[in-house]
């Protein structure tokens, strides 16, 4: 059975770091594309980045250069740091498996992150 | 990047009816556009790839149509279950991107 985990969501002031892990089973991070999505209060889903089979990486243009999307094969987990956080990067992330780099096909629980002071 | 533009944003509808959302993008998809169903609370929930085809599990009361720029997702009689946002998403070209979302609301 697929299942996607993130964790590592949290309260963090503007200008810090986190890094959220999404923990895949029932596939590997290695083999398929992998994405990070969030969903702002009150506003709609934003497509955040994905990190490909090959292993390249593409972003979002209000994330690219601050966040980083990595994986570790040996702990089937996909990661995504968080740098020089902002009041509104504020949403819940969710990681999901991109099948064939075509559809969102299963989606993990969501973690949230809240950038306040 | 492309843009993706949802209509209407937010529609009211009462149980049994038929309702349709559309989805145009700023230029040619070549068939790479999904449909989501997002709750509040919940993980999206893919209904429909590559345009028009259906995702195992999902109702088939739920289709999907078009192709080139315009699509559209047609619920053909809605159940109270059905009351949610629904989203369009864009596949084709980095970026992905989403159109902003139609709000399905009880009549």
């Known amino acids: 059975e697929v299942q996607l985990v993130e964790s590592g969501g949290g309260l963090i002031q503007p200008g810090g770091s986190l890094r959220l892990s999404c923990a895949a089973s029932?596939?590997?991070?290695?083999?398929?594309?992998v994405s990070w999505v969030r969903q702002t209060p009150g506003k709609g889903l934003e497509w955040v980045a994905v990190?490909?089979?090959?292993?390249?990486?593409y972003y979002g243009d209000s994330v690219k250069g601050r966040f980083t999307i990595s994986r570790d094969n040996s702990k089937n987990t996909v990661y995504l740091q968080m740098n020089s956080l902002r009041a509104e990067d504020t949403a819940v992330y969710y990681c999901?498996?991109?099948?064939?780099?075509?559809?969102?096909?299963?989606w993990g629980q969501g973690t949230l992150v809240t950038v306040s002071s | 990047d492309v843009q993706m533009t949802q209509s209407p944003s937010s529609l009211s509808a009462s149980v049994g009816d038929r309702v349709t959302f559309t989805c145009r993008a700023s230029q040619s998809l070549n068939g790479y556009l999904s449909w989501y169903q997002h709750k509040p609370g919940k993980a999206p929930k893919l209904l429909i790839y590559a345009a028009s085809s259906l995702q195992s599990g999902v109702p088939s009361r739920f289709s999907g149509s078009g192709s080139g720029t315009d699509f559209t997702l047609t619920i053909s009689s809605l159940q109270p279950e059905d009351f949610a946002t629904y989203y369009c998403q864009q596949t084709y070209t980095t970026p992905l991107t989403f159109g902003q979302g139609t709000k399905l609301e009880i009549k």
């Open positions: 999901a498996r991109l099948y064939s780099g075509s559809y969102m096909d299963y």
């Open positions: 990190i490909y089979s090959g292993g390249s990486t």
């Open positions: 029932g596939f590997t991070v290695s083999g398929n594309y």
